[in-house]
């Protein structure tokens, strides 16, 4: 099992990045895919996450409105659209499986490298 991630970066506040997560090694479609960010200093906070094949997603308060997750179960990927980003967004984000098919008990068994998003002026 593999999770690769890119496309994190320097934004300014307002910008927008595009996260992506490549996955491999396992059946993509049947699982839950979230995002779990940790900024300096602080535990891992959850951000989002999307259901498998009827791509049901759902976002942490903090990033309602401003985020959008998505996911193409044909190239075995998950994005995570940020827009309006602020400074407190600053962390790495790390792609995570769940580790039950077709389901999220907030249990994740594989974790991506992570990509660094700084959101600064």
Same mark, same amino acid.
């Given at each position: 099992? +593999? ?6 970066? $320097?934004? *300014?506040?307002?910008? !927008?990045?595009?996260?992506? #997560? %490549? @996955? =491999? ?8 895919? !979230?995002?779990?960010? *940790? %900024?300096?200093? &602080?535990? $891992?906070?959850?951000?989002s996450g999307i259901y498998t094949v009827d791509t049901?997603?759902?976002y942490t308060d903090s990033v309602k409105g401003r985020?959008?997750? !998505?996911?193409?179960? @044909? &190239?075995?990927?998950?994005?995570? +659209?940020?827009? =309006? $980003? &602020?400074?407190?967004?600053? @962390?790495?984000?790390? #792609?995570? &499986? !769940? =580790?039950?098919?077709? @389901? ?8 991506? +490298?992570?990509? *660094? ?5």
């Amino acid at each position: 099992v +593999q999770l690769v991630e890119s496309g994190g970066g $320097l934004a *300014q506040p307002g910008g !927008s990045l595009r996260l992506s #997560c %490549a @996955a =491999s090694g396992f059946t993509f479609s049947n699982y839950v895919i !979230s995002w779990v960010r *940790q %900024a300096p200093g &602080k535990g $891992l906070e959850w951000v989002s996450g999307i259901y498998t094949v009827d791509t049901i997603s759902y976002y942490t308060d903090s990033v309602k409105g401003r985020f959008t997750i !998505s996911r193409d179960n @044909a &190239k075995n990927t998950v994005y995570l +659209q940020m827009n =309006s $980003l &602020k400074p407190e967004d600053t @962390a790495l984000y790390y #792609c995570t &499986k !769940s =580790s039950t098919s077709n @389901a999220d008990y907030g249990e994740y068994d594989y974790w991506g +490298q992570g990509t *660094q998003v700084t959101v600064s002026s």
